[in-house]
């Protein structure tokens, strides 16, 4: 995993991580679109609950002590050009896009997420806690990465 993490400040963050798989991009594809099936692999989401169609709405809780709740409604999601975008609302908004290529008999799935928090806890501690906030998110996304390659592996068997 790679990723780079720079902030706007007041709140904004842009979070920029790769991810590497051992599997074809259709089954990670089929992964990361299944929204209800992330508690079975990510354990820093909590709980799926899909509100319509187009939107499902994930608890997210990591390390540090808190939750966030956050309402993600797909814009795109092309299997073809190996595309997702979603539109997130709730403690956290903004969007978060995912790109999927072939790479080295596996798939490489680049993340982008821009994002202003709006907890209004994380809105306070912004400033002290950006640091922490980052470091976070990199073990979250690094949690998930291993989390997709087990859930891949064990389809996949």
Known sequence: ?????????????????????????????????????????????RSVSQVDEDTAELVCRSRLPYALTVRMHRVRQDEDEGRVRVLLTGDLEGSLAGSLTPADGGTRLEITQEVEA??????????????????NHALMMRRGQH??????GASAG
């Open 1 to 45: 995993m790679t990723g780079s993490h720079v902030g706007r400040g007041g709140g904004w963050y842009r979070f920029r991580d790769t991810w590497v798989l051992p599997a074809s991009p259709k089954a990670v594809f089929d992964a990361v679109v299944d929204l209800a099936a992330y508690p079975l692999w990510w354990r820093d989401v």
């Open 118 to 135: 709006r907890k209004p806890l994380l809105r306070k501690l912004d400033r002290v806690a950006r640091p922490v906030f980052r470091i």
């Open 147 to 152: 989390g997709l390659q087990g859930y891949l």
